[in-house]
């Protein structure tokens, strides 16, 4: 498997993203589904094009940084460029358990069953 | 699916999610070296498992944690996952995470989210899983154990419920990772568990089968 990403030196991570290491924000979860909303254009960043091509139908943070091979922060700055453009839209995961201090984090019992159902049916 | 373009990274040939999904859902599989967490997802995933990694800094954390990786600044964690689709809608990603004990932190914060864990163990080797189970007590988040078939020594359950200190209500449940049907009852058994959490019912041995295969 080549990795286009993890034998890399960091400076050229450091250039794809612009200089930037961190994303402005935690936009993005590892399972946010990434669509896009618009095809790539000529002479756009390679990584940016190729988000847009794989992004054609619903693609997850993580398996999008699988597919780049570069680690799934990189990817997020990326994708924060595009949803800053407009160019992808982001399905944010409905269900963020609360995390109560020292106590256990509940599902919502509507996600579970879906889940029981869609694991029995497997 | 994609033949029109061919420009590196290509597009991936693996069957695409239903354009209508929009929710995704995490469980994490933890488990020392070599328990079988890889062949897990793999025998209940859509699609062959990926990998990827993640640089997480280290600022900010406790003490502990720090000397942990002395000098360092940030490290990277390397993982392999596999996802479920559910239905049109959702999907279920399952994430194998090393267990070993220095980074552990560094998973809870990846993974954070997640609905719950399957701490997967070999009998034979049950300390590797003691700092991942503290772990997910100490977060709170939710999970069972399930012993991964490698032969040996016949431990009964209670001899290994009494060496991982599991409390009463965590199941512990029998499997064979390489095996699709008792994978798939691992992950039924956490669900379920999770079920009698949220409904207050778990305060009690678990009432479920304690074998998935
Ligand atoms: N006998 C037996 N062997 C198993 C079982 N599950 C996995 N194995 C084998 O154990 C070996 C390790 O399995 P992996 O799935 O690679 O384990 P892993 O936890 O992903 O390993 P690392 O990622 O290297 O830590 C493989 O050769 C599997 O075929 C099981 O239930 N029974
Ligand atoms: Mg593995």
């Known amino acids: 498997m080549t990795r286009a990403g993890r034998d890399d030196d960091p400076d050229r991570l450091y250039t794809l993203t612009g200089g930037r290491s961190r994303p402005a924000s935690d936009e993005f979860d590892l399972v946010t589904l990434v669509v896009t909303e618009c095809e790539p254009t000529p002479g756009m960043q390679s990584e940016h094009a190729a988000i847009l091509r794989i992004c054609r139908t619903p693609t997850a943070v993580v398996e999008l940084s699988a597919d780049l091979g570069l680690p799934v922060g990189i990817t997020k700055i990326l994708l924060s460029d595009l949803l800053a453009a407009g160019r992808i839209t982001a399905r944010h995961p409905r269900y963020a358990p609360p995390r109560t201090p020292g106590g256990v984090r509940f599902a919502d019992p509507e996600t579970l069953e879906k889940v029981l159902v869609g694991l029995r049916d497997l | ?213």
């Open chain 2, 1 to 213: 699916m994609d033949s029109a373009t061919s420009d590196p990274p290509a597009t991936p040939e693996r069957a695409p999610l239903a354009r209508t999904t929009d929710n995704g859902l995490k469980i994490v599989i933890v488990g020392g070296f070599g328990v079988g967490k890889t062949t897990m997802v793999q025998s209940v995933s859509d699609i062959r498992p990926l990998n990827t990694e993640e640089t997480m800094t280290l600022a900010g954390r406790g003490i502990d944690d720090r000397s942990a990786v002395p000098g360092k600044t940030a490290t990277t964690v390397a993982f392999d996952f596999g996802r479920i689709s559910l239905d049109e809608r959702t999907v279920l990603y399952l994430f194998g995470a090393p267990g070993q004990e220095r980074f552990w932190f560094l998973w809870d914060r990846l993974f954070s989210g997640s609905l719950g864990a399957i701490v997967l163990v070999d009998h034979r080797r049950l300390a590797d899983s003691w700092y991942a189970i503290d772990r997910l007590e100490h977060h709170g988040t939710p999970f069972i154990v399930a012993r991964n078939d490698f032969g040996g020594p016949p431990y009964t359950r209670a001899e290994v419920r009494d060496a991982l200190d599991l409390d009463p209500h965590v199941p512990l449940v029998d499997c064979d990772a390489r095996a699709r049907e008792s994978s798939k009852g691992v992950l039924i058994a956490l669900v379920e568990h999770l079920q009698r959490l949220a409904t207050g019912t778990a305060a009690t041995a678990p009432t479920a089968p304690e074998t998935a295969t």
